[in-house]
């Protein structure tokens, strides 16, 4: 017969106090002393201590849990380690406050609202994170008129403001493409997802930016519509140089386009260092084996990420306003692959 779980009594009895001062101790109340609360802690880590989570909800009506929903597709080929990063990274930062977190898939045939309002009307968690956000995300609508906790990985264009961490792209893109004309590349080519997410448009916004200011057309630009994939990529860089073979460089949105650019290139025989391709990706995970290839890259560390929205979401929940918490990072651009990943902690 296994042995009982242990609760508040097993530690009380361990150390001849009352259930009253356990419970006090291990929320850390201010009229236990301070001694007795490392006694109690030591003692509950000691004997594996875990309080039951359906009696903290029917007492405080808190799961003690954030969701984080994860968008399916974007790790249906290749997986995407970067947001492993994100997830490991927020829910370390979750720890101190005694959260958990879980991860709930949304499909691509899913209303992105669809896992929200699970989430919420479900109770199946205190707070909740998505990303791949739109100027007016019915997502955040809901959360603001359900005054349900949450933070954005992306900014939208609401009037009511809203936490969230998001990466500088506009400046990104623009330095980028100012690169690519420095180094003589006229007829540039940008892989992204459909318009109606908000960051294709900062891309979008610093492209044009670079081309205006290096004097030349931001028309000429040439915009290839692909889904956050390894093989949309590839197709979308095919079509780009079998129909444009005047093309001498692509900007891809993210590490899993970039990927599918160099397959598609691979495949039609082309070489970024033979042939002067320029390639620049975006991404969280550079990739070692990507160096044997002339490309840059732009840096996303996505623990970064993870750090900052779980240092928000706790903020949110203790009473910050969401205005106070709006962080865009820069990104950090890498021209040799080798020598970064030699010295870079992931």
């Given amino acids: 017969m296994s042995a009982s779980r242990p609760n508040l009594r097993t530690i009380a009895d361990r150390l001849g106090i009352s259930v009253t001062t356990v419970s006090r101790a291990l929320k850390d109340g201010p009229e236990v002393k301070p001694d007795t609360i490392a006694k109690v802690k030591a003692a509950a880590k000691e004997i594996g201590y875990q309080p039951d989570a359906r009696g903290v909800m029917l007492r405080t009506g808190k799961t003690m849990q954030v969701c984080s929903i994860l968008y399916s597709p974007e790790v249906g080929d290749y997986g ?14 979750l720890e101190a406050d005694r959260y958990s977190l879980v991860v709930l898939a949304q499909t691509s045939t899913e209303d992105p609202l669809e896992p929200v309002k699970r989430v919420h009307t479900q109770r199946m968690a205190d707070a909740v994170v998505f990303s791949r956000t739109t100027l007016q995300d019915s997502r955040a609508k809901y959360c603001l008129q359900h005054d349900f906790p949450f933070v954005s990985f992306g900014r939208t264009e609401l009037l009511t403001p809203h936490a969230f961490v998001d990466h500088d792209d506009e400046q990104a893109a623009y330095d980028a493409v100012k690169r690519l004309i420095d180094d003589g590349h006229r007829i540039i080519a940008m892989i ?75 495949e039609l025989d082309m070489d970024t260092i033979r042939d002067g391709i320029g390639v620049v990706g975006f991404g969280g995970m550079p990739f070692r084996m990507l160096s044997k290839q002339k490309l840059a890259y732009y840096y996303q560390p996505q623990r970064k990420v993870g750090k900052v929205l779980s240092e928000h979401l706790h903020s949110l929940m203790t009473g910050t306003p969401a205005e106070q918490l709006q962080t865009l990072l820069p990104y950090r651009r890498i021209d040799d692959l080798a020598a970064f990943r030699e010295g870079e902690d992931f």
Avoid at 82 to 91: H, I, P
Avoid at 205 to 211: E, H, L, P, Q, T
Avoid at 234 to 254: G, I, K, W
């Fill in 80 to 93: 995407d380690p970067g947001f492993l990063a994100q997830v490991e990274s927020l829910a370390r930062g």
């Fill in 192 to 266: 992204d997802p459909r318009d109606n997410l908000t960051f294709f448009g900062y891309r979008k916004r610093g492209a044009k930016r670079a081309m205006v200011d290096a004097g030349l057309n931001p028309e000429s630009l040439i915009w290839m519509s692909s889904d956050v994939s390894v093989r949309a990529a590839r197709e979308a860089t095919t079509r780009l140089f079998t129909n444009r073979r005047d093309a001498t460089a692509v900007v891809c949105a993210s590490q899993m386009t970039m990927i599918g650019a160099l397959e598609a290139l691979m």
